[in-house]
Every structure is written in C-alpha cells, then in structure tokens.
C-alpha cells in the first residue's frame, strides 16, 4: 500500500539533544513537507522541499533543520536551539508544489523533551 | 495573502443532528480550498476540496461544503451527525506557486457527538 510513515511514534529526549525524526513515502511524490501542531494553533509549516537537494523554510524554521538526499525520504532535525520543542510532528506530501493539489499527511510523531 | 478563520473552536452536536463549520478565507487570488479531518492521535485525512467548476463540493463520509465568493466562506456540513464524526476538522486554503504553493490552515473546529 502506498502511504507516509513516520517514526517513531512516540519520542521523549532530555533537553539539550538534538533528535531526529523520519518521514518517508512510496507515493512518487515530488513535494513534502513538515508541520507543527500545538493545541489550538492548528498546523504551522516549518520546512518543505519540492525537489531532491533542495528545501525552503516555512513559518517557523529556526532551531529545526532537514535534508532531501532522496525523492522518498524527508528526515527533520529538531536541535537544541528550538526553545519549545514538545508538540505534535507531521510529516506530508504531494504529487507537486502546485496550488490545487492536495497534501498526504503521515500518522505523525509526539516528541516530548523534557 | 492568504488565511484562513474557523469560526468555533469547539462545535457539539446531537448524534443525527445537522453538523456545520463555518470556515471564512482571505485570498488575493481565486482561492484552492481543503477540508481535512483529524482523529486522536492520527495524521489529517482530506474530506474534500474546491479547485474550480461546481460550488457544492461532496466529499467522503457524507461530508460536503459550498463555495461562496460574495461571502468568501466554505462551510463543511453533514446532515446527520454520527458519533464516529467525533474528530478536529481543518479548514485550509492553498498558496499560489509563486508564492511558495503552501498550505495555509485554520486553527481547528474540535467536533463532538452527543449521544
């Protein structure tokens, strides 16, 4: 089946450890993204590439950082820069960075630091 | 630029009641409009979407919304609630291209079903 997955599902670091998480799709998707979701804000887009080797920040980029070294795999690095780093991580894609196409989400990844 | 306003952040419905959330968007362009649905725990799931043609939009589990440019909404409704229905909903309005082809989403309408 094709799909996003993300892992782990659940991740606890201590404050100060960068940590990453992973984010791959067998849909031959050019485009992905990652969000942010905290209670009552909804979805922040924090980086998002639309090719292999390339990635733009989004919104909130500072303290998170990403790599697209292949077309399926798109890992985010949340660093120990990021001040509040606990929150909800979705990962998503798209068959292009095109305005009316619609985004795929993955089941997402609760990081807790504490 | 483009945003999005969920009016409601929490809607509570009676099981085989009407459900309606109210989403307003801001576009400078002509709009690319979503809805998606979020349970516990889990990625979004796209209920439907407006590109261009018909205003009156079907999705999947009996959801629908309609398009309205004077009054720049598209409302999500259903006419008979059911308690699987229990989940957030996200309204959100894409990008144009040039502009980074991005989503822009609301804040979430968290919707209940009473028994």
């Known amino acids: 089946d094709g799909g996003i997955t993300q892992s782990p599902k659940y991740l606890f670091r201590k404050e100060g450890q960068n940590v990453t998480l992973s984010c791959e799709q067998n849909l031959n998707h050019d485009a992905m993204y990652w969000y942010r979701q905290d209670p009552g804000q909804g979805l922040r887009l924090i980086y998002y590439?639309?090719?292999?080797?390339?990635?733009q920040k989004g919104d909130i980029a500072e303290g998170y950082s990403v790599s697209r070294e292949k077309k399926e795999s798109f890992p985010l690095t949340v660093t120990s820069a990021q001040k509040n780093p606990t929150a909800f991580y979705l990962c998503?894609?798209?068959?292009?960075?095109?305005?009316?196409?619609?985004?795929?989400f993955g089941p997402g990844t609760r990081l807790t630091v504490t | 630029a483009q945003s999005v306003t969920q009016l409601g952040s929490h809607v509570s419905v009676s099981e085989g009641a009407l459900v309606l959330l109210r989403c307003n968007y801001s576009s400078s362009v002509p709009p690319y409009l979503f809805w998606y649905v979020q349970y516990p725990n889990q990625g979004l799931q796209l209920l439907l979407k407006y590109t261009t043609g018909a205003t009156l939009v079907k999705g999947i589990n009996g959801f629908e919304a309609e398009f309205k440019k004077s009054e720049t909404s598209f409302h999500l409704t259903k006419p008979s609630a059911h308690m699987s229905d229990a989940a957030e909903y996200f309204c959100?309005?894409?990008?144009?291209?040039?502009?980074?082809?991005?989503?822009?989403f609301g804040q979430g309408t968290e919707l209940s079903v009473k028994p």
């Open positions: 959100a309005v894409s990008v144009p291209y040039n502009q980074g082809g991005k989503l822009i």
């Open positions: 590439s639309q090719i292999v080797n390339d990635f």
């Open positions: 998503a894609s798209s068959i292009r960075l095109e305005q009316l196409r619609e985004q795929y």
